[in-house]
């Protein structure tokens, strides 16, 4: 390849994972190498080790298992967003409750995805969270919405009736679904979902989606029928 070319192309995301488990450092390792535009700086095994290496190379993305041999990864997390601002932390985990959840978020984390993903899955929600995007598992989505929705205050006027197709865009984001991921399961472009999302937000009077999603349970439009 050319110098010229080689200028061309666009820098690899650089990534690195703190994670104790041996088999899923190298399977991670493995899928990176293999992804085009892509490279594993390093792997940490504990967080003392990670803590480490953060004083090291630029990251664009550092993924963090909390439960690590010598203390938790939210440590890691908050360390990273100090010593490494432009690098996007995702959380890696077995962990889906609430607290554990609130917690990595609170520290810095930018997305959270459970271990039930392939790595050729994960490396996929790398270069989603590289691209801005903010994976995160869709239950445990679920299970914040709906804790935030059942805290928030009911709306000082009743709401506009939703259409049956607005109906529908809720319960899919209720769900965790992206606007991608709603407008490939609806048929549309994503423009169009965030079409109907105004609406909805305008007819119940709500400014967030875990606002839409405590009023549509409230009105019941999360039902399937």
């Known amino acids: ?17 703190v ?15 293999q992804a085009p535009g892509m490279r594993m700086a ?23 298992d909390l439960g690590l041999p010598d203390g938790t990864g939210l440590d890691v997390i908050a360390a990273a967003r100090a010593a490494l601002p432009g690098c996007a932390v995702m959380v890696s985990t077995i962990f889906g409750d609430e607290t554990h959840v609130l917690r990595a978020i609170e520290a810095g984390a930018m997305g959270y995805v459970l271990k039930d993903l392939s790595a050729a899955e994960l490396v996929a929600e ?8 903010s994976p995160i598992n869709p239950l445990v989505a679920r299970k914040l919405l709906l804790r935030q929705a059942a805290r928030a205050p009911a709306p000082a006027h009743p709401p506009a009736p939703l259409s049956a197709r607005e109906a529908e865009v809720l319960r899919l984001v209720a769900r965790g679904y ?13 423009h169009t979902v965030q079409t109907f999302v105004r609406r909805i937000y305008t007819k119940l009077q709500v400014g967030s989606r875990a606002e839409a999603v405590r009023e ?7 039902s399937e029928g």
């Open 1 to 17: 390849m050319s110098a010229l070319n080689a200028a061309a192309l666009p820098p690899s995301i650089r990534v690195a994972m």
């Open 19 to 33: 994670e104790d488990d041996a088999a899923s450092r190298h399977a991670l390792a493995d899928a990176v190498a």
């Open 42 to 64: 390093w792997a940490a095994a504990s967080r003392g080790e990670a803590l480490a290496r953060l004083q090291g190379e630029p990251l664009d993305v550092l993924l963090v």
């Open 126 to 133: 790398i270069r989603s969270l590289h691209a801005g995007g």
């Open 178 to 190: 992206t606007a991608d991921e709603v407008a490939a399961a609806l048929g549309v472009s994503p």
């Open 216 to 222: 549509g349970q409230r009105q019941g439009w999360l």
